[in-house]
């Protein structure tokens, strides 16, 4: 699911996100983004991806259920859409002070918050 900003943050990613409750996470090919646990254990997990395009900032997340079954497997058991994604991205908006228009599926059409 995928989130954009009504409003710009004042700080960069790297802060906006440690400031909702995230760390910084780099992939084996070195990808930037940010993770949250659900719960105490390392998996299921928040996963989210900031992308930063002129004054807009659209956030991607997905739920990891589960890590790499293989050392050279990309696919992973996750969850792309539903309330638990919604609730979240509900909650960093609420963090950060700042509105989002949450983008669901595949048309890019924005549900107002």
């Known amino acids: 699911m995928k989130a954009v900003f009504k409003e710009s943050p004042t700080d960069p990613s790297h802060i906006f ?17 940010y993770v949250r646990r659900v719960t105490g254990q390392e998996f299921p997990r928040f996963h989210t991806y900031v992308q930063e395009s002129g004054d807009r900032i659209m956030i991607s997340m997905h739920i990891d259920q589960k890590g790499h079954s293989y050392d050279s497997a990309h696919a992973h058991s996750g969850e792309y859409f539903g309330t638990l994604i919604e609730q979240e991205l509900a909650r960093i908006s609420g963090a950060l002070g700042l509105r989002m228009a949450i983008v669901v599926g595949k048309d890019g059409k924005p549900v107002a918050r």
């Open 17 to 33: 996100m440690r400031a909702a409750g995230y760390a910084k996470y780099a992939n084996r090919e070195g990808d930037e983004s």
